[in-house]
């Protein structure tokens, strides 16, 4: 049982960095035009700054 | 009305009113692009704005058909996107700089990311709650695990429960200062006894920590909240777009004669402004020079247009059919024709806000049930001797599974899914408010020009020989009959050397001859002058050959009207235009109940009337002169292509062709309703079973959970059926 001294808290890191992604992707505006997004990826000339 | 199919209002318009200077020195221009709903069309804007010389950036938004383009400092050219724009084929409005400051949905973004903040917790508190649950079963795992795994799921969730339960706590503080309680009450004791009773459960190595609950149950009700916000931006901004794509600038003429786009709201009174034909005048003006005929019927739903020259008063919203006309403002906008009908909405919308929604009559007696019974339940164990730990458990526990998860979903999930049905039949509903209240009505009062006509003109008898001729020289002119004629002729060739003389008609040589289309004494008809709806065409020395135009009724409005007595309705005419015109639109269609020449004033009156006898009336009106009785109805629809006021003034607006759309409304608000009540029901068939569970201590966190998801999952699944009615 002593592993969950270890796992515990690397498992709330993990967490942490989840949320953090989160955090950031909601933050540099990723989730403002779903539908554009979508469809950008399959233009030609390559645009990878979101909007 | 016209100007939805293109934008030539804005072409030869300066437009640097509204650009921006961005910080870095750029200049920047958000414009509304009207048409653009793929991939395809997204990249050939881009491609083609971005083409334009010193155009930094083009960038279009495709879930809100904002496009954003910046210049290079001092180079920004407004006309010349909206020109490449129109050649691409999409219409297109700028955005008044403040008004787009304004159209950021801070609410959302905020009610968004507390959902992210709240569904992660959800998710990742599972990590610990789980293997604490097993230990409640008799797993081998120690009390010192259990409650170390308590204490892990805490680190999760009583930072997510406190951040994303903000906007409960906001709101139920908000509610008590004004001595009241509303929903959110509730659920902010329940939550914060919640996260305290776990805590010190946890501290005292008990087995009933409910974190996982806190969490969960701010995750759910978050959904429903968010729905109920998506539900009233996305269709505000939906109509506020067919607004501005309607009459976005006044074109102020400067004194060397130069129009300038400015918006609306900054002319003032005194200011000459230009308005082109097809266009809507934009303020109360006096005409100063110019000829040409005015069709009032947004304004006064008079069908038939009057002559406009030099003295004649253009009220605001009055369509410009003829030649170029110069007016001179009597007022600003705020306070045109408009200020007594504003003032009648105002009293309208007042009567609107005392409506009681579903869910507040719902929360009336969930709140004080409740509460009643966690007190009863924590009086009950102290009686009968169980302590205070024990008894502050047992109403905590009432608390949590009579959860109002199910009821704050009840209604928003059938709202946004009755919402998302009807705007795909071309429908905006602007709150679920709207929805509960057109399920309830018994009366519907159509206005007649523009809603139970089609508000144009069209075509009524032609020369089948000359209608070919005349449609040549009428596809070379915006004026609004010609457009009529060009339109009944269909697609052909434009007279390429034809003229537009202002105020007369369109001039062109065809084989040879010339050919003049317009005013029976310019063609030179040798006749009295007519009705204004009509065009003469004349080829050479040929007799000249009349074209009459009428305002049509809809194909499908005697359909509509029939129906709506199906669903149980009385169907009124309420109109302003004269006798004669409403008379024959009411025979047309069927309905025996007509009343015409009303004033807007009237109009409100005769609503207040059959409501003051009890009857719960759905207004569909589209003019000035209904916008006041619009906001008075129980519940009111205006078409996309009504004017501003009363598209503001309508709880609905319907943007495709058909008259049918009211009784679509009107059906999917009932079954709306129905499905609503239906998921109260259950919610309270589910509280009479758990509430008396919590009472008897049977509930551990682990049912808790259980038992407070399922009920959720089910109403939304419940609400979930109207698609699937959709499809049979």
Redesign the interface.
């Known amino acids: ?1 002593n592993i ?1 001294v270890f796992l ?1 808290p690397f ?2 890191l993990l ?1 942490g960095l ?2 953090a992604g ?2 950031w992707t ?1 933050r540099s505006g990723q ?6 997004d979508a ?2 990826i ?2 030609d000339r390559d645009d990878d700054r979101p ?1 | 009305m016209t100007s939805l199919d293109t934008s030539p209002h804005l072409i030869g318009v300066d437009l640097s009113g509204f650009v921006r200077i961005e910080k870095g020195g750029s200049e920047r221009l958000e414009l509304l692009v009207k048409g653009a709903r ?2 395809g069309c ?2 050939k804007i881009e491609r083609g704005v971005k083409a334009l010389p010193d155009v930094e950036t083009a ?6 058909g904002r496009l954003q383009v910046t210049w290079r400092a001092g180079r920004a050219d407004p006309a010349a996107v909206v020109r490449e724009l129109d050649q691409l084929g999409y219409p297109s409005a700028p955005f008044d700089p403040l008004e787009a400051e304004a159209q950021i949905d801070r609410e959302g973004r905020k009610l ?2 507390a959902l ?2 709240a569904g ?1 917790g959800v998710g ?1 508190v599972m ?2 709650s789980v293997p604490a649950w097993s230990a409640l079963f008799g797993q081998e795992m120690g009390d010192g ?1 259990r409650t ?1 795994m308590y204490w ?1 799921s805490a ?2 969730a009583a930072p997510c429960t406190v951040y994303a339960g903000q906007t409960f706590f906001q709101s139920a503080w908000r509610s008590l200062r004004r001595g009241r309680a509303n929903m959110d009450v509730p659920i902010s004791l329940g939550l914060t006894l919640t996260l305290l009773i776990s805590f010190s459960e946890t501290m005292m190595g008990g087995k009933h920590a409910y974190f996982d609950a806190s969490v969960s149950l701010v995750f759910l009700l978050l959904i429903g909240r968010y729905f109920d916000h998506q539900l009233r931006h996305r269709a505000r901004g939906a109509a506020r777009a067919l607004m501005m794509l309607q009459a976005p600038t006044a074109q102020l003429l400067d004194d060397a004669g130069t129009a300038h786009g400015v918006p609306v709201r900054e002319v003032r009174a005194g200011d000459r402004l230009a308005v082109a034909p097809g266009e809507r005048s934009p303020v109360d003006g006096v005409v100063e020079s110019g000829l040409s005929e005015l069709d009032l019927a947004l304004v006064t739903g008079e069908s038939a247009p009057v002559s406009a020259g030099p003295g004649v008063r253009a009220p605001a919203g009055a369509l410009n059919m003829g030649g170029r006309l110069v007016i001179r403002a009597i007022s600003a906008a705020e306070d045109s024709t408009l200020a007594e009908t504003a003032r009648l909405m105002e009293a309208g919308a007042q009567s609107k806000s005392r409506y009681v929604r579903l869910a507040d009559k719902a929360a009336h007696i969930y709140v004080p049930t409740v509460h009643g019974l966690a007190a009863l339940g924590f009086i009950g164990a102290l009686v009968m001797g169980l302590g205070v730990r024990e008894a502050l458990l047992r109403a905590v526990a009432v608390l949590i599974v009579t959860c109002p998860c199910a009821l704050g979903l009840a209604v928003p999930a059938v709202q946004i899914a009755a919402s998302g049905r009807l705007f795909r039949k071309g429908v905006l509903v602007k709150s679920g408010a709207a929805l509960e209240r057109l399920a309830e009505v018994d009366t519907v009062v159509f206005d007649k020009t523009g809603v139970l006509t089609v508000g144009r003109a069209t075509l009524m008898d032609a020369d089948s020989d000359a209608l070919p001729l005349a449609a040549q020289l009428a596809r070379a002119s915006r004026h609004p009959l010609s457009r009529a004629l060009a339109e009944a002729a269909g697609p052909g060739p434009a007279a390429p050397d034809a003229r537009e003389v202002a105020g007369q008609g369109v001039e062109a040589r065809i084989d040879g001859e010339t050919a003049r289309l317009g005013r029976a004494l310019w063609v030179g008809a040798d006749i009295e002058a007519g009705a204004e709806t009509e065009l003469w065409f004349r080829l050479g020395d040929r007799a000249p050959v009349r074209f009459a135009f009428a305002d049509d009724l809809r194909p499908d409005a005697p359909a509509t009207v029939a129906a709506c007595r199906k669903l149980g309705l009385k169907v009124l005419i309420l109109s302003g235009d004269i006798g004669p015109a409403v008379l024959r639109a009411a025979l047309a269609v069927g309905v025996e109940d007509w009343t015409s020449g009303l004033t807007p004033v009237d109009k409100a009156a005769a609503v207040d009337a059959l409501q003051a006898k009890g009857h719960k009336v759905l207004m569909v009106g589209d003019g000035l002169n209904d916008a006041a009785a619009l906001s008075r109805a129980h519940a009111s629809m205006a078409p996309g292509l009504a004017a501003d006021v009363s598209q503001t003034a309508s709880d609905l607006v319907f943007t495709s062709d058909r008259l049918d759309s009211v009784v679509i409304a009107i059906r999917v608000a009932r079954t709306a309703r129905l499905l609503a009540l239906q998921n109260f029901a259950f919610s309270a068939l589910y509280n009479a079973v758990a509430a008396p569970m919590a009472l008897l201590g049977l509930v551990s966190p682990f049912v808790a959970a259980i038992a407070m998801s399922s009920s959720s999952l089910i109403v939304s699944l419940n609400a979930l059926r109207l698609y699937r009615t959709d499809r049979s």
């Open positions: 049982m969950i515990a498992s709330l967490a989840g949320l989160f955090l909601f989730y403002d035009d779903p539908e554009g469809a950008r399959l233009f909007g | 793929c991939a997204m990249a960038r279009l938004n495709l879930t809100t968004a990311m992210g903040v992660f990742n990590m610990f695990s170390a892990l680190i999760i």
